[in-house]
């Protein structure tokens, strides 16, 4: 070993610690920022120490590389608003994942026929799950921006499609091991796992998608992990696997937030049965106007705030957080109540109401403010469905039955702010809105928040 | 790979793991879509296999090619990812510092 191969092992030793070190600073929001730049850190001494041992000739490729990946980064972390995070978070997914595909197919060009058949097998892991979540990343982000429809795309024998093209990858797979002088098999295997991608989440509803987003979180560290194995490079494999167990993690409590298995998010295609399975329960939505909303908020005490996805789509984060300094500061208790999977990604309703500047301390989650409902006067329901509906907890034939749900039917009044009187998303009726302490306010969340807040000033 | 390296690196996978596990199930749910997109951009470490594709010697042209869509992909992941990481955290705050504009009053 030469000088200079010490020196990139001793920075990728570095990024290493840093990167657990980042991560670890994660537990509060008052370390994560500093731990983030131990990890960009860590990140600029590993691209140094490459750059500088690993016996670089060509730089064209790279200097162009790092230029322009720097300049659409760099405008991705300008420009795109905290709305659409979801979105950026799934492309970046696929942006990852492409280069831990990409750099398998560059080793099998390379080195096919001189690797053993561990290495092999590991290359073959890498190639397939950076090229399945590539496809499979584009596709959910795609259904997150509105590109492609949210509703589960599904059709008949589905699952043994699906099936089908899984055991044909991974016979290729087996063959590549065995002889990677056929070339064909491995070009196969890639081209079936970009397909497979597409495949595994066109079914997947909307609603589905923190689960998702977790998985191809998870994936798309394990194809890193991967490539660290194929390079034997420990770097790779710390923080692939720190990514993909991050990533296994989220997906775990997801599901859990659910009720539900992996194996239900992925091939059980929930939203499409639901859509036939609805009764509808006959009983009467209570509508309310916009002074006797503001009337009942600012007489309360205690004010609770349920959001959604539709404040996502609304856009009214900022509202209601004028909203809620209006209350305070006429002596009203207020706090937000975050069920785990509002929201398309895992935290995503905290990130909008941190944007708008409302204090984390005023954010709760589901197991804090459950037995805080009986005592509040009022919670303002906006754009959340599915994660108060009293259906999950009582009746056991429900399709979210034992799902654990934001008990806000046990308060005083309920004000649910929704666009229309339509079902919403998962098309599940919810008795919450017949309930005889629920109010409707229809229309648009944002205009309707301003709305009352100009209402409450006037009170 | 050499049994003894394979060995090593599944060591390496194993406590790696262990350690993910434990150091990310202390981060809580208020930090979760910026803990993804910060484990995203450290896992875009993956750059660093892409850089020797794109500029190593004795490399076809067409692994070049690879190595430099890789580059620029894993790149974006790096800078896009801490840039984006770094401004969703600036946003959480604990209380509301009162404005200037307040206190003048």
């Not at chain 1, 984390?360 to 469905?385: C, K, R, W």
Request: hydrophobic share 50%; charged share 10%.
């Amino acid at each position: 070993m030469t000088l200079s191969t010490y020196f990139m092992e001793a920075t990728y030793l570095i990024a290493s610690i840093l990167f657990v070190l980042a991560l670890k600073g994660m537990s509060h929001p008052e370390t994560a920022r500093r731990g983030m730049f131990l990890a960009e850190g860590g990140m600029l001494a590993a691209i140094i120490g490459t750059l500088i041992g690993a016996h670089i000739v060509t730089w064209v490729w790279i200097i162009a590389g790092l230029s322009i990946g720097s300049i659409i980064g760099a405008w991705m972390a300008i420009w795109v608003p905290m709305t659409a995070m979801p979105q950026r978070t799934a492309l970046s997914h696929a942006f990852g994942a492409l280069a831990a595909a990409l750099v398998g197919v560059g080793e099998f060009l390379v080195h096919a026929n001189d690797m053993p058949g561990v290495t092999r097998t590991a290359l073959g892991f890498e190639v397939m799950l950076g090229a399945l979540t590539t496809t499979g990343s584009l596709i959910a982000a795609g259904k997150l921006q509105g590109i492609i429809h949210g509703k589960p795309i599904q059709f008949k024998g589905q699952n043994i499609v699906n099936a089908l093209i899984f055991l044909t990858m991974a016979t290729c797979f087996f063959i590549f091991i065995g002889h990677p002088e056929k070339v064909a098999v491995f070009y196969i295997m890639l081209g079936l796992a970009f397909v497979f991608g597409v495949m595994l989440v066109i079914p997947i509803g909307s609603a589905d998608m923190p689960v998702v987003m977790s998985l191809l979180n998870s994936y798309a560290g394990l194809a890193a992990a991967a490539t660290g194995f194929v390079l034997g490079n420990n770097v790779l494999i710390i923080a692939g696997t720190l990514d993909g167990f991050s990533g296994f993690i989220l997906s775990v409590l997801m599901c859990k937030a659910m009720n539900r298995s992996i194996t239900n998010v992925l091939f059980g295609g929930f939203g499409a049965i639901i859509a036939e399975a609805t009764t509808d329960s006959g009983g009467v939505m209570r509508e309310i106007n916009l002074d006797d909303a503001a009337m009942q908020l600012a007489f309360a005490s205690r004010v609770i705030f349920v959001p959604g996805y539709g404040l996502a789509t609304a856009q009214a984060q900022h509202a209601v957080r004028e909203l809620a300094e209006l209350l305070e500061a006429r002596g009203v208790t207020v706090k937000y109540a975050i069920h785990p999977v509002a929201g398309r990604m895992p935290g995503h309703m905290n990130v909008l109401l941190a944007e708008a500047n409302v204090p984390y301390s005023s954010l709760y989650e589901m197991e804090q403010i459950n037995p805080e409902f009986p005592s509040t006067d009022v919670v303002v329901v906006i754009g959340a469905n599915d994660v108060v509906n009293p259906d999950a907890r009582d009746n056991p034939k429900s399709l979210i039955a034992g799902m654990p749900i934001l008990e806000v039917d046990r308060a005083k009044s309920v004000i649910v702010l929704k666009r229309g009187q339509g079902r919403g998303f998962s098309g599940l009726e919810n008795p919450l809105f017949f309930k005889s302490c629920t109010s409707m306010l229809y229309g648009d969340a944002k205009s309707s928040l301003a709305h009352l807040a100009q209402a409450v000033q006037h009170v | 790979m050499t049994p003894a390296v394979l060995i090593a690196s599944i060591y390496v996978f194993a406590l790696a793991a262990f350690l993910g596990y434990q150091v990310i199930s202390r981060v809580p749910p208020l930090l979760h879509t910026p803990l993804m997109s910060a484990t995203n951009a450290i896992s875009g470490i993956s750059l660093i296999g892409s850089l020797v594709l794109a500029g190593a010697a004795h490399y076809p042209l067409f692994a070049h090619i690879l190595g430099f869509v890789a580059v620029t992909t894993a790149t974006i992941n790096v800078v896009g990812g801490f840039g984006i990481t770094d401004r969703m955290l600036k946003m959480f705050n604990k209380r509301k510092e009162p404005k200037p504009a307040e206190v003048a009053k």
